[in-house]
Structures are given as C-alpha cells and as structure tokens.
C-alpha cells in the first residue's frame, strides 16, 4: 500500500483565489510527522510546513495552512491567496518512526494570472 | 550563508559507465540523507548517514549502489555499470543535530540520464 497518496495530479487556480492540495496516508504508528514540500523547476525542495501527529492544532506557516484530520488520515495544504510564484510541484511527505520520508507522487499547480 | 550543494548538476553516462555524485551539506549538519526522484514521481528514500555512519541503507536498489561519507562531511553516491533505470535526479539533504525533523534541507540535485 501506498504511505502518502496524492490524487490530484494538476491543479489549476486564480491568482489571489485559495487552493487546497489533497494528501492522504497511511500508517499503524502513533507518533509521526507530515510535510509539504514545494519544488519548482529550479528542482529544490523547499520545506513548507510540518504538522506532528500529536499536535492539537492545524499548523499554519504565512498563507500556508495543514487541514490535519487524523480520523481520516489526510494532511491536506491550503494555500490562500495564491500568488504566479506558487506555480510548482508539491510533495506531501511523511516521516515514520525512523529516517526515511516517504514522498507522494506531487500535485503540479498552476496559477493563472 | 551556503546552502547544500551537488555536483555535478548534470550527468550523462553511457550504459555500463560508473558515475560518481557529490553532495555537500551544510556545515555542521549531522544527518544526511539521499535519494532518488524518477521522472514524474516523487522522492523516494535510498540511504541515511549520521556523521560518517551509515545507519540505514534500506532504500538502495541494488549492490550496484554504494554511498560513503569518510569523514562525516561531504558524501558520495557512487553507481556501478549504470542502468536506463537509474536514469533520475538524485537529491542529497542535510540536517543539523538537534534540529526539528522538519529542518531537512534539500540540495538542487543532479539529473543523472543513462544513454
């Protein structure tokens, strides 16, 4: 089974509109972390915001927020007021109890001027 | 101040040919990490160090992989009799002890095409 499944392959959004890429995963530890990740084409990953599996609260970093429904397992970015500059990949990513981070398949989204 | 960098960025290798990729992390940076991102797909795990140990190698996809990292710093991948299907962008990160897990950054990696 997939640990992070992204189901939107490409996104398309107004400039200064909201938009919310969707993140599910899949785990049977308690204790893990969740992250974004945008990558444009430069090819660097840029961390965004990380949300921890014990954390009450929806983590928010500027115009990004973390929708995190543990239920339901989904960890998905809203990112408000979209600027062209946010035209990228984005990479949901968790990491379990050890070192490594699993990676989904991305979302590519496009801000429309 | 200098953020993780790989060299080369770009890297043609006939089939059979072995290669050598780079990584330096930031300075001080305890962990390091590597792996590898086919095309349209995301990052997936190959190798983990912490200093010069390499603690998880779990994510290697054959004996033709090896990575070192002699003197706790700078690390190398090094690929055996390439393959088409090691054809990828191969990205290195590094994170300081101590940091939150999230504080991983990523070097631009290198595109690796196997012809």
């Known amino acids: 089974a997939q640990k992070i499944t992204q189901t939107q392959p490409g996104m398309f959004v107004q400039e200064k509109e909201a938009v919310t890429l969707d993140c599910t995963y899949d785990?049977?530890?308690?204790?893990?972390?969740l992250f974004w990740y945008k990558q444009p084409s430069s090819g660097e990953m840029i961390f965004l915001i990380y949300?921890?599996?014990?954390?009450?609260q929806n983590a928010t970093e500027g115009r990004y927020s973390l929708n995190f429904q543990k239920a339901r397992k989904s960890a998905n970015l809203v990112i408000s007021a979209s600027q062209l500059g946010d035209s990228a990949m984005y990479f949901c990513?968790?990491?379990?109890?050890?070192?490594?981070?699993?990676f989904g398949t991305g979302t590519s989204l496009t801000v429309i001027p | 101040g200098a953020g993780v960098s790989q060299s080369p960025r770009y890297k043609v290798a006939k089939r059979g040919q072995d290669v050598a990729l780079r990584c330096d992390p930031i300075?001080?940076?305890?962990?390091l990490f590597w792996y590898q991102q086919a095309l349209g797909q995301g990052p997936e795990f190959l190798t983990y160090?912490?200093?010069?140990?390499?603690?998880?190698k779990s994510g290697l996809p054959s004996d033709r992989f090896f990575a070192e990292r002699p003197e706790g710093s700078v690390s190398t991948l090094k690929i055996q009799r390439t393959q088409q299907e090691d054809s990828a962008v191969y990205l290195c990160a590094s994170r300081f002890s101590g940091a939150r897990e999230y504080e991983q950054y990523f070097g631009p990696g290198t595109r690796l095409t196997v012809t």
């Open positions: 160090f912490q200093n010069e140990a390499q603690l998880d």
């Open positions: 300075s001080g940076h305890v962990s």
């Open positions: 990513a968790m990491r379990e109890g050890g070192n490594q981070f699993y």
């Open positions: 949300q921890g599996s014990y954390d009450e």
């Open positions: 785990t049977s530890d308690q204790s893990y972390g």
